[in-house]
C-alpha cells in the first residue's frame, strides 16, 4: 500500500478498540516470569553452553599474542575463539567500531575472546587465564582537549534529526549585534549510558550451515542483514528471534558482540551457546550516548521577539563515527529570521557512540531549553510567554514548509494550567517548606515524527482468530497491545480473537522499534495487510469490499449481514502488505510537541534534590493506548530526569575508559525518585502521518525534561549550572544561606 495521499476516513476512526486505555495482553508473561527473553530460550535451544567474552584492557593499539592454553584445559571449557584466530569481520548496519576479529584495538574492552564452557561460573573463570599480549599506541580521551582541533561535519542521527555541518538563514552575527538583549552561555552534556534492564544477550544454535540467533535486538530487518553481512552468510541461511527485548533505548538498535561471539562460539562448540554481556562490556563495549559541548546564543527585541538565534555542539567520537546531532531541534522549534546551527566532530577513542533514546534532541533540548529560561529572565518575561510569543506554524529554515500539525501553544497553555504555573514565585530561593527550597521550572518538548516502511502477514482462520505476523519488536513498548488493536479495528473482532506474533526474521519486515516511529510505522503495516485481508473476505462473501463494513465479526453491507467466520469455511484466508510512504512526508514538516512542568525541592543544608512532581503535556497525533502511551511518557521523564542530576560515564582520560561501568557506579533513578508524574494527551489527529494518523511519543518524553529540571532547581536556589548532571558538588558551596 503506498501512503502518498492525506489519511481520509478509514476503519481506525470508529476508535472502539484503537485509542482506547487497554491492558498490555504480554503483561502476564512478563509478570510471571514467563515471556522467553534471548538468554532464556530453553525452549528452542536446549543443552546450551554458556560463553563468556574477555574484552581488552587497553584502549588502542595491537593484540601482539593471546595465550590460551591454560583456559582451553580448564574445567569444563569446551571452546576458546580468539580474535587472532579470526580474520576482521565487516561491520554491520551502522556499526563504527568492528565487533571481532585482527589484531587492531579501537577502544577499551573491545571483543578479544569468547570461552565457552559448560557452566556460566566455568566459562568466567576460564576467562580470566587468558593471557594477551599487547602492543599499546596513544589515544585521544578528552573531549574538551579534542574539541580544540574539532572539524564540522555532516550529521545524521539516521532519527530524522541531521544536517549539513554548519548551517545558516540570514545574517546572524548582523542581527545578533543589533539586537537590544542578547544571550550567550556555554554548556557541557555527560556521556551516557542505555542502562537498560535486560543486558545485550543472544542464544545460538548451527543446524548445519543455518544459524539461529535468539537475541535482544530492536530492528530485526537491520540485525539479520548485519549478521549475515559479518559472518558472511547468505541471508537466507541466517533467522532472528527477539520476541521479547528487555529494553532497549537505543542501545540494541544494531548488532553488538553478543550475537557475533555467541554464533562463532557455537559453531566452535558444536552446541548451542548463549552469551550475555556483563555490565562493564555494555558500558565499554556497546555504544553510548556521547557527551557533548554546546553554545547557545539568542538575540531578541525588547518585546521578547527572537530575531538571532544559534546553537553549535561538538562532541567526540571513534573515526569514521557520527555527531551527536545536539542542534537540530532548534532548526524547527522557535521563530527567528537569522539563524546559526553548527555541529563539529572530534576523533577519540573511546567506546562508540551512537544512537540513545532522542538522539540530538535529549542533549539538544537540555542545553536549549535552560538558554530560552535564562533569555526570559533577562527580557523581564514569563517563560511560558516567552515561548509562546516565539512559536511559528512554518520552518524557520523554509517558511513555504509548513507543520503538518502543531500545536506546541496548546501544550504550553494547558501544562501552565493543570501545573499551577500562575502561584510560581519568580523569585529565585524566594519558597520555604521546611528545611526545603522548593521551585518550579517548566521547559518545551519537541522530537520529529518519523516513518518508515513497514510490512505485515495476516490470517484468518476457521474459528475466527486473526494471526498477525511482523518482525516488529517489542522493547517493554506495548507493540503486541497496538498491534493486536489495530487488527481487531480493522476486521471487527474482539482484541481476544486476535493473535500477535512479532520479533521474528521469517515474518514481514517491519519499522522495528526505534526512533519514535514504530507504533505508528508498525501498526500502518498491519492496517495495510488487513485492508488486503478485509478484500479477499469480502471477495468470498460476494460484497464490495469499498462498501463493507467489519464489526462484532460479521461483515455488512445495506440490509445484508453474514458471519466473519463464513468466509472462511473452505480454509484459511491470508494476506500479506506493506505500507510504503511517498513524498506526502516530506511535503510538510511533521512534528511532535509537548511542555514539560516540574517541581523540585532542595535540601538548604546537603544540597540535595527531590524531585516532587511532575507533567507533560503532549501534542503527538492519534494515540494508539493512552495507557501504554503513558508509560512511555512517563519512562522518558524519569530517564531525563537521570540525565539531569546523576548520570555520567566518567572517563579515565589516562586509559580511555568508563570508570563506572556498573549500576553500582552509574547511577539511575528509580520508582521511588518521583512520587507523582501525569501525562496529559491533546486530542488531535494528523493526516498527513499515516493511515492511522498518529505520530509517536517514546522520546517525545526525556526530550526537555532535564531542562525542566534545571530550570527548578534555579528558580528554587538562584543556582544556574550549566555542566550536566546537577550534582551535589555543583550546588553546595553556591547554595543560599540559611534563614
Given at each position: 500500500m503506498k501512503f502518498d495521499t492525506p489519511a481520509g476516513q478509514n476503519p481506525i476512526d470508529r476508535l472502539k478498540v484503537v485509542g482506547q486505555p487497554?491492558?498490555?495482553?504480554?503483561?502476564?508473561?512478563?509478570?510471571?516470569?514467563?515471556a522467553p527473553y534471548a538468554y532464556e530460550r530453553h525452549d528452542a535451544a536446549p543443552n546450551a553452553a554458556y560463553g563468556y567474552v574477555l574484552g581488552s584492557a587497553i584502549a588502542k593499539g595491537r593484540v601482539t599474542a593471546i595465550d590460551s592454553a591454560a583456559a582451553l584445559g580448564a574445567p569444563g571449557v569446551l571452546a576458546v575463539v580468539t580474535t587472532l584466530d579470526t580474520p576482521r569481520l565487516k561491520r554491520g548496519v551502522m556499526n563504527?567500531?568492528?565487533?571481532?576479529?585482527?589484531?587492531?584495538?579501537?577502544?577499551?574492552?573491545?571483543?578479544?575472546?569468547?570461552?565457552?564452557?559448560?557452566?556460566?561460573?566455568?566459562?568466567?573463570?576460564?576467562?580470566?587465564?587468558?593471557?594477551?599480549?599487547?602492543?599499546?599506541e596513544a589515544g585521544s580521551f578528552d573531549l574538551a582537549e579534542a574539541a580544540k582541533s574539532a572539524e564540522p561535519v555532516p550529521a545524521d542521527s539516521g532519527e530524522g534529526s541531521g544536517g549539513d555541518g554548519e548551517e545558516r538563514v540570514g545574517d546572524f552575527e548582523a542581527a545578533f549585534a543589533e539586537a537590544p538583549v542578547t544571550l550567550d552561555r556555554s554548556y557541557t552534556t555527560a556521556d551516557e549510558s542505555h542502562a537498560m534492564l535486560e543486558p545485550h544477550a543472544t542464544t545460538a544454535a548451527w543446524e548445519g550451515d543455518r544459524l539461529t540467533l535468539w537475541t535482544a535486538n530492536q530492528m530485526i530487518g537491520w540485525g539479520h542483514g548485519s549478521i549475515a553481512k559479518i559472518l558472511g552468510l547468505p541471508k537466507e541461511k541466517v533467522r532472528l528471534d527477539a520476541p521479547y527485548v528487555g529494553g532497549g533505548f537505543g542501545g540494541k538498535l544494531f548488532v553488538r558482540a553478543d550475537a557475533i561471539l555467541a554464533a562463532l562460539g557455537a559453531k566452535a562448540a558444536g552446541r548451542p551457546v548463549k552469551v550475555a554481556l556483563t555490565r562493564p562490556l555494555i558500558a565499554n563495549n556497546t555504544t553510548h550516548r556521547p557527551a557533548?559541548?554546546?553554545?547557545?546564543?539568542?538575540?531578541?527585541?525588547e518585546d521578547g521577539t527572537i530575531t538571532a538565534i544559534a546553537h553549535e555542539s561538538i562532541s567526540g567520537n571513534l573515526p569514521e563515527g557520527s555527531p551527536e546531532t545536539a542542534?537540530?531541534?532548534?532548526?524547527?522549534?522557535?521563530?527567528?529570521?537569522?539563524?546559526l546551527t553548527a555541529v563539529k566532530l572530534a576523533a577519540l577513542d573511546l567506546p562508540e557512540g551512537n544512537a540513545m533514546r532522542?538522539?540530538?534532541?535529549?542533549?539538544?533540548?537540555?542545553?536549549?531549553?535552560?538558554?530560552?529560561?535564562?533569555?526570559?529572565?533577562?527580557?523581564?518575561?514569563?517563560?511560558?510567554?516567552?515561548?509562546?510569543?516565539?512559536?511559528?506554524?512554518?520552518?524557520?529554515n523554509d517558511p513555504g514548509r509548513r507543520f503538518s500539525h502543531r500545536d506546541l501553544v496548546g501544550c504550553l497553555r494547558l501544562g501552565a494550567e493543570r501545573f499551577g504555573w500562575s502561584k510560581r514565585d519568580a523569585r529565585p530561593g524566594a519558597v520555604r517548606d521546611g528545611r526545603w527550597l522548593v521551585g518550579i521550572g517548566m521547559a518545551a518538548a519537541f522530537r520529529n515524527n518519523l516513518v518508515m516502511k513497514s510490512g505485515a502477514r495476516v490470517r484468518l482462520d476457521e474459528s475466527g482468530t486473526v494471526t498477525v505476523e511482523t518482525d516488529m519488536t517489542d522493547i517493554g513498548t506495548g507493540s503486541y497491545t497496538i498491534i493486536a488493536?489495530?487488527?481487531?479495528?480493522?476486521?471487527?473482532?474482539?482484541?481476544?480473537?486476535?493473535?500477535?506474533?512479532?520479533?521474528?526474521?521469517?515474518?514481514p519486515v517491519s519499522s522495528g522499534s526505534g526512533g519514535q516511529f514504530g507504533a505508528n510505522s508498525a501498526t500502518a503495516g498491519v492496517y495495510a495487510a488487513c485492508v488486503k485481508l478485509r478484500e479477499s473476505v469480502a471477495q468470498r462473501l460476494g460484497f464490495n469490499a469499498t462498501d463493507a463494513v467489519f464489526e462484532n465479526g460479521e461483515v455488512r453491507s445495506g440490509n445484508r449481514a453474514v458471519p466473519l467466520t463464513e468466509a472462511v469455511r473452505d480454509g484459511a484466508i491470508a494476506a500479506e502488505d506493506t505500507i510504503e510512504f511517498g513524498k506526502i512526508t516530506d511535503a510538510q514538516q511533521q512534528s511532535t510537541f509537548g511542555a514539560h512542568f516540574v517541581e523540585v525541592a532542595v535540601d538548604a543544608d546537603t544540597a540535595e534534590v527531590r524531585v516532587r512532581r511532575m507533567l507533560c503535556v503532549c501534542a503527538a497525533g492519534r494515540i494508539l493506548n493512552p495507557k501504554s502511551a503513558r508509560s512511555q511518557v512517563i519512562g522518558g521523564m524519569v530517564m531525563g530526569t537521570g540525565a539531569a542530576l546523576m548520570e555520567k560515564l566518567e572517563v579515565d582520560t589516562r586509559?580511555?575508559?568508563?570508570?563506572n561501568h556498573d549500576l553500582a557506579g552509574y547511577e539511575v533513578p528509580v520508582h521511588a525518585d518521583i512520587p507523582h508524574q501525569?501525562?496529559?494527551?491533546?486530542d488531535e489527529v494528523d493526516a498527513m502521518s499515516s493511515p492511522m494518523k498518529a505520530k509517536g511519543v517514546g522520546e517525545l518524553g526525556i526530550s526537555g525534561v532535564g531542562a525542566a529540571v534545571a530550570n527548578a532547581i534555579y528558580n528554587a536556589t538562584g543556582i544556574r549550572v550549566r555542566d550536566y548532571p546537577i550534582t551535589l558538588d555543583k550546588l553546595l558551596d553556591r547554595m543560599p544561606d540559611a534563614a
Open positions: 487497554t491492558d498490555r495482553i504480554d503483561g502476564k508473561y512478563k509478570t510471571t516470569g514467563t563504527t567500531a568492528y565487533l571481532f576479529g585482527g589484531d587492531v584495538i579501537q577502544h577499551y574492552h573491545q571483543a578479544l575472546a569468547v570461552v565457552v564452557a559448560e557452566t556460566f561460573e566455568q566459562a568466567r573463570a576460564a576467562a580470566f587465564l587468558v593471557r594477551v599480549d599487547y602492543a599499546p557533548t559541548m554546546q553554545r547557545v546564543r539568542i538575540g531578541a527585541l542542534v537540530s531541534q532548534t532548526k524547527l522549534l522557535y521563530a527567528g529570521a537569522n539563524r532522542a538522539p540530538g534532541e535529549a542533549p539538544g533540548l537540555m542545553v536549549l531549553e535552560v538558554a530560552m529560561d535564562e533569555m526570559a529572565e533577562r527580557l523581564g518575561l514569563d517563560p511560558v510567554e516567552f515561548r509562546i510569543r516565539n512559536d511559528t506554524q512554518v520552518d524557520p488493536q489495530t487488527a481487531a479495528e480493522m476486521m471487527g473482532v474482539a482484541l481476544e480473537q486476535v493473535v500477535v506474533r512479532l520479533g521474528d526474521s521469517d515474518f586509559r580511555g575508559f568508563f570508570v501525569e501525562v496529559i494527551f491533546l
